[in-house]
């Protein structure tokens, strides 16, 4: 075991421990790291005290040796509104980054990785691939639906209405205290429930481990699982990397199609793929959205709530849907393939357990996970859509698009950052037929921010949410709704097109084309050739901005962060 070897180079190590609390016999254990992002820092870390708990007493009880580390992420949700939220996306490479020196200051023969959300979840992946030690991802759950089915991502219309004196502040505080009843990742299909089911549609997570409701007790069950796996890891010696190929990736974007899963899952799995030495160019999210239906009504695109996926079978669930797609003879963590791992859950009770909590909700599972000659659409959520305006590429979840939008010409409304689009917005300075562009915002910009406050204003307005696309080179919310168009790159601060668009220019979107074009100037309609010419003229009078920031970490982000569809993070 490396721990042993390691134990021989650094005498002191021994005696560190012993000081920490450890026992002479416990010294010759197989050691194993419990990593989680355990803090007060939301109610998707809140909890994960109880399962490092169960995690270290199985590992303690099965001969090993747990030692807990820490660190913990920031919240999307809290970081919304101010620059706060320009620290989101970079917080991922340093939380990778800090279990990368935890693990390899120290020696460890294993790990259990545990986490739930946004950003914590693709950092232990990154982390995971970048280590390449035995280790199992153990997902922090999700947190119940409020009354009524209230979640957190309707406060964004909520408030949204509440600035246009649509409810009174009593309604619009009633809707914020309920909207988190309970700890666990928000209840919707967001960046943090899509990204613990890209974990285990990957191979790292345990079968049926993703989203599991923090109040059926069922988490501590499976975090205890999760730890006596690693336990036999180290013994089997499976990696991380003999998991992560490229069947194993695109088993996961299969997942994502049927589940319309969160557009950001395009930043951080290509950034999960770069530690495993592999590239996941976005357009075999294209090719596999094409092919693979949207199964899941669970919102923002569908129905329920993100509670109930897990009582309809989970990610195990939608894999049997889509079973004739998926790689089965691709390896997992369980040390068996993922056909495997689908048979052996229909013999050990794993669905009627999950099914027992249907019957009080008064619900099925077929209305929650369609069946796949039943899909709610013949296609998956995502499209990559390219043309003169955004080369490299752009992103639009367009299951959640209006039909009326889907090939649209559009006039340019055009703002060097949100606050401003979103004011605009509120009040009612945006008309019908215009296309809101936020620029300035990509990664090397201001470090990607969401933008979660303008796109709910935009589909919260009846009048809007039909006839007005937002455009940016930012990210949105994995909670957005609407017609929004994300990641467009080259980003403005690096001389993409997007930084020469000005008010007035006519943008053609066309969805089913995947195809994202200038096309007249001044609302007048030119030719390719003149529409070239003009954006020409324009560059040369063009200035690439200064950078935002000066010292800090966002200095060394902006400045080493590959482009957004290459996902965005640090070189």
């Known amino acids: 075991m490396k721990s042993q070897e390691l134990r021989k180079l650094a005498p002191e190590l021994d005696s560190l421990r012993l000081g920490s609390g450890w026992k002479i016999e416990e010294l010759s254990r197989p050691q194993i790291i419990v990593e989680s992002s355990y803090g007060h820092s939301h109610p998707g870390s809140a909890h994960l005290d109880t ?15 747990p030692a807990n580390y820490y660190v913990t992420d920031i919240c999307d949700g809290e970081a919304q509104g101010h620059d706060g939220m320009n620290y989101s996306l970079v917080s991922r490479d340093m939380m990778a980054a800090m279990i990368e020196i935890h693990v390899n200051a120290t020696p460890f023969d294993a790990g259990v990785f545990i986490t739930s959300c946004d950003k914590s979840v693709p950092a232990h992946l990154m982390a995971m691939a ?8 153990m997902p922090g759950g999700i947190m119940k639906a409020g009354p009524n089915l209230l979640t957190l991502e309707q406060i964004g219309k909520y408030s949204a209405m509440y600035a246009r004196k649509e409810i009174t502040e009593e309604q619009f505080m009633a809707y914020k205290r309920d909207a988190c009843p309970s700890c666990g990742a928000c209840s919707f299909m967001g960046t943090a429930s899509t990204m613990q089911i890209m974990g285990e549609a990957l191979g790292l997570a345990l079968p049926g481990s993703a989203l599991i409701p923090f109040q059926t007790g069922e988490l501590e069950l499976a975090a205890q699982r999760a730890a006596i796996r690693a336990l036999e890891l180290v013994k089997e010696g499976i990696k ?11 088993n996961a974007i299969m997942v994502h199609a049927a589940i319309a899963g969160s557009s950001n899952s395009l930043l951080h799995m290509p950034a999960i793929a770069h530690e495993a030495g592999l590239e996941l160019p976005p357009e075999w999210f294209d090719e596999i959205h094409r092919k693979v239906p949207f199964l899941l009504n669970i919102r923002p695109s569908g129905y329920w709530p993100g509670e109930y996926f897990w009582y309809a079978g989970g990610t195990p669930a939608i894999m049997e849907e889509i079973r004739e797609f998926l790689h089965l003879d691709a390896l997992t963590v369980t040390g068996k393939t993922v056909g495997e791992n689908l048979e052996e859950l229909k013999q050990n009770g ?4 999950c ?30 859509l390219k043309g003169n305006l955004a080369p490299e590429g752009a992103v639009v979840k367009h299951s959640a698009v209006s039909p009326k939008l889907m090939e649209v010409t559009l006039r340019a409304r055009v703002f060097d950052n949100e606050e401003s689009a979103l004011q605009a917005v509120l009040q009612k300075q945006i008309v019908p037929g215009e296309a809101v562009f936020i620029r300035y915002e990509g990664p090397k910009g201001s470090g990607m921010p969401e933008m979660f406050y303008t796109t709910e204003a935009i589909a919260s307005d009846a009048e809007l949410i039909e006839s007005v696309a937002l455009i940016t080179d930012g990210r949105f919310s994995g909670a957005t709704r609407g017609p929004a168009i994300g990641h467009v790159s080259p980003e403005a601060s690096e001389g993409g097109p997007i930084a020469l668009v000005e008010d ?20 007048e309609e030119k030719s390719p050739q003149e529409i070239s010419r003009i954006l020409a003229e324009r560059r040369k009078e ?16 902006t400045r080493n962060c590959v482009s957004p569809m290459k996902g965005g ?3």
Not at 241 to 250: G, N, R, S, V, Y
Not at 350 to 353: D, L
Request: hydrophobic share 40%; proline share 7%.
């Open 51 to 65: 399962l490092v708990k169960a995690a270290g007493e199985a590992i303690y009880e099965g001969g090993g040796r």
């Open 130 to 137: 970048r280590l390449n030690m035995p280790a199992v991802f």
């Open 542 to 557: 063009w200035l690439k901005p200064e950078p935002m920031y000066k010292k800090g970490i966002l200095r060394t982000y």
């Open 569 to 571: 993070y640090m070189e």
């Open 504 to 523: 007035g220019d006519l943008i053609r979107v066309d969805i089913p084309a995947r195809s994202l074009n200038i096309i007249g100037i001044n609302g």
């Open 355 to 384: 099914y027992r909590y249907l019957p009080a909700l008064n619900v099925t599972k077929e209305e929650i996970i369609k069946p796949i000659h039943q899909p709610i659409r013949a296609q998956g959520a995502i499209a990559i």
């Open 350 to 353: 794993y669905y009627e357990n």
């Open 240 to 250: 991380p990397l003999d998991i992560l190929t490229q069947k194993a990736f695109e």
